[in-house]
């Protein structure tokens, strides 16, 4: 495909690291959209899955901040991966008004299956770059992601 003037960015937005990276995490997010979608994932569900292999049975409330899912998207999120068995919800023998939610054997599976899908999705992304880079962007831009990110407060 030819780019013409129209199509041309700007030589200032290109060498803007936020511009650079807004673009490139709107295609990485389509391309994994596209990949997760012809299993009937999503993000959401893969994020919730992994934080409960990791840390184990947590609240809904937990797992919506350490996923970074909001609260009002979490009870759907939870409903959808208790109704294919992925995960359990019981009510918490501590606090009964609170539900805690645990990995399912078919959960863990269905983890590493996204797993796969995933590492694919990466490949694909990031194929100009060879691992050492891949490594190298990966710390840079979670020390960037740690100094913003507001739920464990800026680093020292």
Known sequence: METTADD???????GTPSWVLTHTATHAGRLLWEAFSTTDARRYHYALLAALEEFGPASQASLGRRCGIDRSYIVG???ELAAWGLV???PDPA???RNVITLTPAG???LRELDEILAGVQDAIFAPLSSEERDQL???LARVL?????RRGPSA
């Open 8 to 14: 041309a960015t700007p030589a200032r937005l290109k």
């Open 146 to 150: 740690e100094h913003h990110d507001h």
């Open 138 to 140: 990966t710390r840079l």
């Open 95 to 97: 606090d009964r008004r």
């Open 88 to 90: 359990e919800r019981d």
């Open 108 to 110: 863990g599976e269905r």
């Open 77 to 79: 999120a939870i409903n």
